[in-house]
């Protein structure tokens, strides 16, 4: 079992969606959850971070950890064509050591 | 302007011929790593650096070499590149220990034949 599991997808969703992106963890001591963002051809970027449990928001993206269920999601309120990207989840314990789901593809369609 | 640069972005070689990733960051990061990328594996961490001179393996060290004689700098070595090295290598560096200010390179992509 990998300690990151993340669905492929591709999700394909037309534009002014919601769009709900997860991953589950098996990691009970993971503390810090990022969701970053990979365009084609391109290197990952932060989009959003969080420590411990919780909600955060930026603009349209709103960000959850349920350490509980070690569930995180990534919430997009009004999904543009400009939003169609792979997004990676990311958990760390604090060190250097990232682990990476492998990315949901999501296409919003104009 | 924050920039993590690698070179060469493509190279095709073949297998045994000796290359290095360059990787060069101008934040000041102490910390820096290689990741590659596979479809259906993900970003898989190859070597870290904490400082100069301080390096640690990280999932997928067979096979690679690194060096961090100057903090900016973060070379990739493969003295003897084999095809299931064919991937898409990233560097990152980053500002903290937490790893939540990581920036990563645009990517070189590597196709040992």
């Known amino acids: 079992q990998k300690e990151v599991e993340q669905d492929p997808g591709p999700l394909s969703v037309p534009e002014g969606a919601i769009v709900s992106l997860n991953c589950t963890y098996s990691n009970s001591a993971f503390q810090y959850f990022m969701w970053y963002r990979q365009y084609s051809r391109k290197g990952p970027e932060l989009l959003m971070y969080t420590y411990s449990s919780g909600n955060k928001e930026d603009g349209r993206f709103t960000a959850q950890v349920d350490k509980s269920s070690k569930y995180i999601s990534l919430f997009i309120r009004d999904s543009q064509p400009s939003d169609s990207a792979t997004y990676l989840c990311a958990m760390n314990t604090g060190f250097q050591k990232l682990v990476f789901g492998t990315g949901t593809r999501l296409l919003v369609s104009p | 302007e924050a920039q993590v640069t690698q070179n060469p972005r493509y190279l095709i070689t073949v297998t045994g011929k000796k290359l290095t990733v360059t990787c060069s960051q101008n934040?000041?990061?102490?910390?820096m790593s290689w990741y590659r990328q596979d479809p259906g594996l993900g970003l898989r961490q190859i070597y870290y650096?904490?400082?100069?001179?301080?390096?640690d393996k990280g999932d997928v060290p067979e096979g690679y070499k690194v060096s961090r004689k100057e903090k900016r700098n973060f070379p990739l070595i493969l003295e003897s590149p084999s095809p299931n090295q064919t991937s898409l290598y990233f560097c990152?560096?980053?500002?903290?220990?937490?790893?939540?200010?990581?920036?990563f390179g645009e990517g070189s992509w590597l196709t040992v034949v």
């Open positions: 934040m000041n990061h102490e910390y």
């Open positions: 650096s904490m400082n100069v001179e301080v390096t």
């Open positions: 990152a560096s980053s500002l903290s220990q937490a790893g939540n200010t990581i920036y």
